[in-house]
């Protein structure tokens, strides 16, 4: 069973541009998540769709950050413009349910960001 | 105060002992809680979930949940040099769910050969 997929794996850029991440979750996993984990924290939950709905977006700053999911399926997490502290690895994340005993959240490898 | 603290570590072991990484939380309404493992470089993945008091065993784990003094540990018997990685605390406030997890710092372990 293919993993989580993620891309691109690896940017560099300078603050105020823009970014874009995509993610394909493992298939047929209805909920998505997009994480964001700064070095020395753990994950902290940036969103987190059910199929093509916003379940939670609470900790998204909206004021540059965005995400969509396409048809309930592939997902783009953006951010413009960026600023030095969003220097973090994006890790999208899926699960089969939303929620229960068993229903195992899978990571995928992550998109690294540094912003200069 | 912070919602899920873990000793950043490094705690390091012999190869063969026991490893033993706590975690506090401070949220009392708490009701499910994880232990993810993430080698360098790499993803989270879950070891444990445990949602009631008391010990929880899977292989060569173990994870105990005191929900009265809110601390949640992992034990690793027989520590091998593969289990050096960083642990992961997570906490989440519904039942039986992961969805809103919150996450500790995480404990750095070293298992020496």
């Known amino acids: 069973e293919a993993g989580v997929a993620q891309s691109p794996r690896y940017k560099i850029i300078e603050k105020r541009q823009s970014v874009a991440f995509w993610c394909n979750p493992i298939?047929?996993?209805?909920?998505l998540y997009w994480y964001q984990q700064i070095l020395g924290q753990g994950p902290k939950l940036l969103i987190q769709f059910q199929n093509n709905g916003v379940v939670d977006d609470s900790q998204l700053p909206k004021d540059r950050f965005s995400a969509e999911r396409l048809k309930g399926v592939d997902s783009t997490l953006k951010i413009q413009p960026a600023k030095l502290e969003d220097s973090a690895v994006y890790l999208c994340?899926?699960?089969?349910?939303?929620?229960?005993?068993?229903?195992?959240?899978?990571f995928g490898e992550g998109s690294w960001l540094t912003v200069v | 105060q912070k919602e899920v603290e873990q000793n950043s570590g490094p705690l390091s072991v012999p190869e063969g002992a026991i490893a033993s990484l706590n975690c506090t939380y401070s949220d009392r309404v708490s009701q499910s809680f994880f232990w993810y493992r993430q080698y360098s470089g790499k993803s989270p993945e879950l070891i444990m979930s445990?949602?009631?008091?008391g010990d929880k065993e899977d292989g060569r784990f173990t994870a105990q949940l005191n929900k009265a003094s809110q601390y949640v540990s992992l034990l690793i018997r027989d520590s091998q040099p593969s289990d050096s990685a960083t642990y992961l605390c997570a906490v989440s406030l519904k039942p039986y769910n992961n969805n809103d997890m919150r996450f500790g710092a995480g404990t750095r372990l070293t298992v020496k050969p």
């Open positions: 994340a899926s699960s089969l349910e939303y929620s229960g005993v068993g229903n195992t959240i899978y």
């Open positions: 445990i949602y009631s008091n």
């Open positions: 298939s047929g996993h209805a909920t």
